[in-house]
């Protein structure tokens, strides 16, 4: 195929993303994770090992789907932001302000950006909360979410498996879960689980390989 024609169906189709992306609360805390797999137009694998969940503050995580240099650029103002926010304020900023902040950068920029995030954190005045920040710069509070490729796959499993006020192992189990079965049927989400649990108490990263996920059928 020559790279004309090549260059003119790619603008043709469009962006073509692929990732598994989520954040459930349960009773103290919150988990936000994702699969580690990045793919250029859904035709090849760039990274098997990149980390989608991003640390904006010093109890807040966002998870990037869509275009990653997009979710990048953005992910960086909003760090620059909540760093600034703090210290006028003496105080660290809220989970909604980093999702509001989050937001502003889409729609400000929704021309530009194909980008989609997934904000989670533990505040003193709210607790454990999830946001949703939509293509275009819609804010959404739900307790638990999923977005990305894979996450078509998941829904029925999201659905009727998640409960609220669930113990911290159990929330943990839920959402390797929900990330292993949808790696197991997106061919564009792949890799290992990153996740991580933020409590009052601080935060915990954890990686399970992708040799270590359940499966839950013949791959």
Not at 46 to 52: A, L
Not at 56 to 67: K, P, Y
């Amino acid at each position: 195929m020559k790279m004309e024609t090549h260059f003119a169906e790619s603008r043709l189709r469009g962006v073509s993303t692929g990732t598994t992306i989520l954040a459930a609360t349960f009773d103290g805390g919150v988990v936000i994770g994702s699969d580690s797999r990045a793919s250029v137009g859904g035709e090849y694998v760039s990274s098997k090992t990149i980390n989608k969940v991003i640390q904006v503050h010093d109890r807040i995580f966002c998870c990037m789907a869509g275009s990653l240099a997009d979710a990048q650029a953005v992910t960086k103002a909003a760090k620059f932001h909540l760093s600034f926010h703090s210290v006028q304020m003496e105080t660290p900023p809220l989970v909604i302000s980093a999702a509001s902040v989050l937001k502003n950068l889409c729609y400000q920029n929704k021309e530009e950006l194909q980008a989609g995030f997934i904000t989670a954190g533990w505040d003193k005045k709210r607790g454990s909360q999830v946001y949703v920040v939509s293509l275009g710069g819609m804010l959404i509070s739900q307790p638990v979410t999923i977005a990305g490729s894979g996450s078509t796959y998941i829904y029925g499993y999201v659905d009727a498996k998640y409960r609220p006020n669930m113990s911290r192992e159990e929330c943990l189990q839920f959402a390797t879960n929900a990330v292993a079965l949808a790696i197991g049927r997106d061919n564009v989400s792949g890799g290992v689980a990153h996740l991580v649990v933020i409590t009052e108490e601080g935060v915990e990263h954890v990686v399970v390989p992708g040799d270590k996920l359940p499966k839950f059928h013949d791959e």
